[in-house]
């Protein structure tokens, strides 16, 4: 219907034709034109539309109307734009003479009626523009500001924080436009309060208005750059632009000073001064109209405060001088000073208006004015007095900011100022005012201002100081950057102290506070007498305190002797005491003899002479001490005492006192907890000193060892190795005179056997703590041929020394052991192959092989990948190195691998359990480093592997870790090749070995473990071998014992499946004799889906064998119910299964994806095969079966509804489904 009557209407021409568009609602009418046709389109959009205010009213659009030109049509065959639009960018001329900048949601309306009164009081011939009315895309004001002769910024709230006001300023500044403000006088009391919305930080601001800020654009970088362009360029402290006031009342003025104004800056006209006469005069007006109305009152102080801040305040103020405008402020603040807002309006008006160049004479007007004086006076007495808690808010800090501004004013005022006041009798009342404001609002000014002044008055600064203290409390003061109250309060606590320093007669004080602080506590006034006094307490002082020193100073002389003397003594009673030395014994007597002469003090000397005593006992009777030492020695360290006389006693006439030294300096050090490098190097200098004798070899060898042995255990191995390594170089000397100990007593083993014996103990055991220390230790043990000569030492002991000295054989394999777990790579293989060949050399020698297994078993559990090395052959022999002796009659004979050596030892000693424990271990480790490096391993040794551990669990029933040691090799082997493993036990009646180890042994866990894996994979691959009723005693005997081992309970339920699936005859005995162990596994582990899988299945073997069987022992195990629960808990688990499976899929392979499907179609099977039996057997079976079953349907419903993945669910709803129709 619309469209139709704007058709008729466009008929009779586009005259008839007037537009309202609703501001409020519809801001953008470009919108509203894209509804019309397209063909009644170009004939409305060059219409200008005429504004509606809905606070005006329809009347009011069509007064503004009459006279103007807002209606003209533009003639067009298209779709155009407004006029302003068409423009384009002219060079020189100007298109518009003002451009209005507004805030929509505070000023739309007022934006529009601003124009319109333009229109009307300016006339046609003053242009102006009104983006949302004229331009269709605000994106593109700018253009139009720079084609503009001035800017008008209509100030409502908020303006200042918009981004396309910001925009606009910025260009209006760029283009040299002329920047005005207009203020609303209503809704914009304080312009300065505008201002300080984006003053503050960046960041703050985008914190308070960033959301709509960066909605239409704008950064954080642009608030920055708008705030440098804006405080630096648009509003100064020297320059600002030019504010106007407006009001609906004053609307023609304001319009009529705004055109003056910008044609006076353009014409440069000489009305300058008669237009803000005028402006002033229509400012007063304002104010007479309702001097009784406090709002109106406040917004007329504030536009005056406004205008006289402005770009022409300095005019403006001049204007309210010329027209007598300061009586109506006086008698504004006199009528309405009770009100804060007013008062603080009226305050901030004559706190402007004075800092401009007319402020002395419009003060002066003001004085004059009659009640203005009493009238400021109350109104400053009332806001100045410190605020309560209620009071103290943002607002009334301004206030009294305010009343400090104008009574600075009034303080700094012309004489004709200062004469008013007088004459008022006001003077002092203002002064007063003043300083206490001040005090309290810039304490800091009235701090500076008090030390500058000559004589320093002291109450009034404490007067500040306490009001900056105060500030500081209530968080309105920063730090002081001058230093101005630490000086101040330094200068009252000076005077203070000083007070206090002559009220004592205290001259020593007197003096270090006058000589601290005398220049400024003499500028103070009131204290020329206190000072007078402290100068004389001082001057007494100084007299009294010469007299004394010369008195002293012949004593102090002696005492510092005496001191020096003493400290002396002290210094080497501790040197003695810690570090004994003969030489010392001099120094100490004649410091001893000093320390009489010079009357030192007895405790001392009596010290000195008991530790002297002590040294020359020791010295002159070095066996008594070296018999009781702890008894001999109570000031002198015992230690410290042998070490002294090792190092005099260090010649070959002294060997049995040294030796003597050395086993004292060894038991001493057995309980400490540290030791000193000074002990290591005596010991490795008096084995350089005897390196024939071995009996002073094996002592040095054996403190040596436990030295390194108590450090390294009581701190660590960096501190033993620091006892014996250079400090540059990081050689370990020690290891030479060691491995030439090792070599002397095996030169001389066949003639000195009883002598050498010990030393090569010795020494072995000297080496394996050097080996300890680390990498470089071995790489220096090495270089002196280390492991050649601890070969060399077994290989010299001979078959019976090997046997009768089992110590020195067990040492030495320590000392290979230490050499492959701490060496570098090749020299850990070397030491390796040392010690299989010690096991292959001396395999008739059963402690020879035993230690080196044990040896080898040990750095094999460390590192298990060391194991897989076993599988090649060696790649040389021991006689291939230097200066060694050959093997005893082993050169002709091809080396085998580590296992064929291992395996030959096992062979050889299978009566010793212990030997049998290390080798299967070790063969062990070594097929599971095959089977992890993918490596082949000889079938001979698998067979020889398998039937040496069978022989093993057969001979050594009873002895425990053989057997553990048996039945994981075992297990080993059929992990690497199940049919030959299998294969091998069959032929060696192996199964009844298996058997009876998991009888006698049900309590270790890793024996059952292993045999169970290996019984179920036999019984897959032999099951005649395995259907024996003992078997399946064994496994369930073995599943009750570790029922809380997981690996125990799976490979029992995989052994028991295994035997059910070969026949029914044997599923019946394993449901007779194993169902209750079924069910004890799924109850212990119900979240593994392993052994929940292997338990089912065979539960649903057992029940699909007859009816019979299954009612039977689906009454006695209550099957029905347990099973049911363990579906539930199945569910749980295959539900977390399959969101881990959705994020990790593949991560799992195809068997663990379809293990939760498998045990839920396991149960499903096994409870249908019990219902099913129970039903074959005729009797009714509502109590256990089909109640239980009807109950339990929810949980099998539940199982239809996606528990598992949809390629997976097939055969798991089929069975369920089933088993609902049997229930």
Request: glycine content about 4%; aromatic content about 6%.
């Amino acid at each position: 219907e619309v469209v139709q009557q704007v058709l008729r209407a466009l008929r009779c021409g586009p005259l008839n034709i007037l537009l309202l568009q609703d501001i409020c609602s519809v801001p953008d009418i470009w919108h509203e034109f894209e509804k019309l046709p397209a063909e009644v389109r170009p004939a409305v959009a060059p219409i200008i539309a005429l504004p509606y205010l809905k606070s005006y009213g329809f009347s009011a659009c069509l007064a503004r109307m009459a006279g103007s030109d807002l209606l003209r049509p533009v003639n067009s065959d298209k779709v155009c734009k407004p006029i302003t639009v068409q423009y384009g960018r002219a060079p020189t001329a100007k298109l518009f003479d003002l451009f209005f900048c507004h805030f929509q949601r505070t000023g739309l309306d007022w934006a529009f009626v601003m124009r319109l009164s333009f229109q009307q009081h300016a006339g046609p011939s003053f242009r102006t523009l009104l983006d949302v009315q004229s331009i269709q895309n605000l994106g593109e004001s700018g253009r139009f500001v720079e084609q503009s002769h001035g800017l008008a910024v209509l100030v409502t709230p908020g303006i200042f924080t918009r981004y396309f006001c910001q925009r606009e300023l910025m260009l209006a500044r760029k283009s040299g436009v002329q920047v005005i403000f207009i203020q609303h006088m209503r809704s914009c009391v304080n312009i300065e309060e505008e201002v300080k919305r984006i003053s503050g930080d960046p960041s703050e601001f985008m914190a308070l208005y960033g959301y709509e800020y960066s909605r239409s654009g704008g950064t954080e970088a642009d608030v920055q750059k708008f705030q440098h362009i804006f405080f630096q360029e648009i509003w100064t402290p020297r320059f600002r632009p030019a504010v106007f006031a407006y009001v609906h009342e004053l609307e023609a003025a304001c319009v009529k000073e705004v055109v003056a104004y910008l044609r006076h800056r353009r014409r440069r006209g000489a009305r300058g001064a008669e237009q803000l006469d005028e402006a002033a005069r229509a400012m007063m007006d304002f104010l007479r109209m309702s001097p009784e109305d406090e709002q109106e009152v406040r917004a007329g102080m504030g536009a005056v405060a406004n205008m006289a801040a402005g770009g022409a305040g300095e005019e403006f103020c001049a204007a309210l001088v010329n027209t007598k405008a300061m009586p109506t402020i006086a008698s504004a603040l006199e009528r309405h000073s009770a009100d804060s807002k007013v008062a603080h309006q009226s305050l901030r008006a004559l706190r402007t208006i004075s800092c401009t160049h007319a402020g002395s004479a419009a003060l002066h007007q003001f004085a004059t004015s009659e009640g203005a004086l009493p009238a400021l006076c109350h109104t400053l007495q009332k806001y100045s007095a410190e605020a309560s808690s209620e009071e103290e808010d943002s607002d009334y800090m301004e206030v009294r900011q305010e009343c400090l501004e104008v009574l600075r004013a009034f303080h700094h005022g012309s004489p004709a100022l200062q004469l008013a006041l007088h004459q008022a009798k006001l003077a002092p009342e203002f002064e007063t005012l003043f300083r206490r404001l001040r005090s309290e609002l810039e304490p800091l000014d009235e701090i500076r201002e008090t030390l500058d002044l000559a004589p320093v008055r002291l109450p009034e600064l404490e007067i500040a100081l306490e009001g900056w203290h105060k500030a500081c409390a209530a968080g309105r003061q920063e730090a002081d950057p001058q230093q101005l109250v630490e000086r101040a309060s330094s200068l009252l606590a000076a005077v203070r102290e000083l007070q206090e320093a002559v009220a004592a007669e205290d001259g020593q004080r007197a003096e270090a506070l006058l000589q601290k602080t005398s220049e400024e506590v003499a500028r103070c006034a009131g204290l020329q007498d206190l000072l007078q006094e402290a100068k004389k307490q001082a001057f007494k002082f100084r007299e009294q305190r010469r007299l004394l020193e010369e008195q002293c100073l012949l004593r102090e002389e002696h005492d510092q002797l005496q001191r020096d003397t003493e400290a002396l003594l002290l210094e080497l009673c501790e040197a003695m005491s810690t570090a004994t030395s003969f030489d010392m014994v001099g120094d100490l007597e004649n410091a001893i003899v000093a320390a009489h002469q010079t009357g030192c003090t007895i405790g001392s000397l009596e010290l000195a002479e008991k530790i002297l005593k002590e040294v020359r006992t020791a010295f002159g009777s070095p066996l008594v001490f070296l018999g009781k030492p702890l008894k001999t020695c109570k000031h002198v360290e015992p230690r410290a005492m042998a070490r002294a006389l090792l190092q005099v006693h260090r010649v070959p006439s002294d060997r049995s006192l040294a030796i003597s030294c050395l086993h004292c300096l060894m038991e001493l050090t057995k309980d400490e907890t540290t030791c000193q490098r000074s002990e290591a190097e005596q010991v490795v200098l008096t084995m350089n000193a005897f390196q024939d004798d071995l009996d002073v070899q094996a002592a040095a060898c054996n403190c040596l060892c436990q030295l390194l042995h108590v450090t390294r255990f009581s701190s660590d191995v960096v501190s033993a190795r620091a006892l014996v390594e250079h400090p540059s170089t990081g050689h370990i000397k020690a290891a030479e005179h060691v491995l030439a100990a090792l070599s002397l007593a095996t030169h001389w083993y066949a003639t000195r056997m009883s002598e050498s014996v010990p030393c090569l103990i010795a020494a072995l055991r000297c080496l394996l703590e050097i080996a300890k220390l680390g990498e470089g230790a071995i790489a220096d043990i090495m270089s002196g041929n280390g492991r050649s000569r601890t070969w060399r030492v077994v290989k010299t002991l001979g078959e019976e020394g090997r046997t009768d000295h089992e110590e020195v054989v067990d040492t030495a394999v320590s000392v290979l052991e230490e050499m492959v777990r701490q060496g570098r790579s090749d020299s850990s293989a070397l030491s390796q192959e040392s010690l299989l060949n010690l096991c292959s050399f001396y395999g008739q020698e059963i402690s020879v092989c035993t230690s080196a297994l044990q040896a080898l078993c040990t750095l094999f559990r460390e590192r298990p990948l060391r194991a897989s090395v076993l599988l090649a052959p060696p790649e040389g022999h021991e006689d291939m190195e230097p200066r060694s002796p050959k093997s005893p009659g082993q050169m002709s004979r091809t080396p085998s691998c580590g296992l064929a050596i291992v395996l030959r030892a096992a062979r050889v000693h299978s009566h010793s359990p212990n030997l049998q424990q290390h080798a299967f271990r070790i063969v062990e480790m070594s097929l599971h480093g095959a089977m992890c490096k993918r490596g082949e391993v000889d079938e001979e040794y698998i067979h020889d592997a398998v039937c040496f551990a069978i022989l093993a669990l057969t001979m050594h029933l009873s002895h425990v870790p053989a057997c553990v040691s048996a039945s994981s090799c075992l297990a080993a082997a059929v992990d690497l090749s199940a049919q030959l493993a299998c294969n091998e036990i069959v032929k060696e009646d192996g199964v009844k070995a298996i058997v009876g180890a998991m009888r006698h042994h049900p309590e270790a866990q890793e024996l059952l473990q292993c045999n169970l894996k290996v019984l179920s994979i036999i019984t897959q691959l032999f099951p005649n071998q395995t259907l024996g009723e003992s078997s399946i005693y064994a496994i369930v005997t073995a599943m009750k014992t570790g029922l809380a081992d997981c690996l125990t309970q799976l490979f029992g339920c995989a052994a028991l499946r295994s035997l059910a699936q070969r026949s029914s005859e044997v599923a019946e005995e394993v449901g007779q004799h194993a169902l209750e162990s079924l069910f004890s596994a799924m109850e212990a582990f119900p979240a593994n889906l392993a052994v929940q899988s292997e338990a089912l299945h065979t539960i649903w073997l057992v029940a699909s064998v007859s009816p019979e069987l299954a009612r039977a022992l689906g009454e006695r195990s209550k099957a029905v119910p347990r099973i049911l629960e363990a579906l539930r808990e199945l569910q749980k688990v295959a539900a977390a299964f399959l969101s881990d499976r959705s994020r990790h899929l593949s991560l799992h392979s195809q068997t663990e994806r379809e293990k939760p499907t498998n045990c839920l179609l396991m149960a499903c099977r096994a409870l249908r095969a019990f219902c099913e039996g129970r039903a074959a057997c005729g009797a009714s079976y509502d109590m256990l079966f089909h109640r239980g079953l009807c109950k339990a349907s929810p949980i099998l419903a539940r199982l239809l509804g996606g528990t598992v993945p949809a390629a997976e669910a097939h055969a798991l709803e089929i069975e369920v489904l089933k088993l609902l129709d049997c229930a």
